[in-house]
């Protein structure tokens, strides 16, 4: 039946501040900036991964009313609606110090876990983000 994941996607409130964010702080690249009309179809990805996209979209038509719309930003800017993103990474504690010094703020430090070091920070909008450097 199906063979991958190609693209999962979060909801941001602005994608100009969202590509600031993970092009410019997490270091992630864009894979399509498309005006669509209706809509700008955005997607960012890591390096090299052309596998896997996350579609950086905000709340509006043609996916749903503005009034729904309206209701989910809402939602978003109390951090009750935030997706939830997880990376890997070869050195967890590295990439923390790195992301740190770009001014990329934590909700959890790295901390040793059964299956590896793992830390989590959210983007500006409330979505969470994780990043683990695997147990060999």
Known sequence: ?????THSQIFVLDQQEALD???GKLGLEVTADVDMGFMRWLTVGIPGDTDRQILLET???PRMSEETAEQVRSLITKGAMGGSLIFTTDDCRKTYETLKEKGVEFTD???EQPYG??????DPFGNSIRF???RK
């Open 1 to 5: 039946m199906f063979n991958n994941i």
């Open 21 to 23: 964010f993970y092009v």
């Open 59 to 61: 709340p509006g038509p």
């Open 109 to 111: 430090e790295p901390t």
């Open 117 to 122: 070091i793992d830390c989590g920070l959210r």
């Open 132 to 134: 683990t450097q695997l």
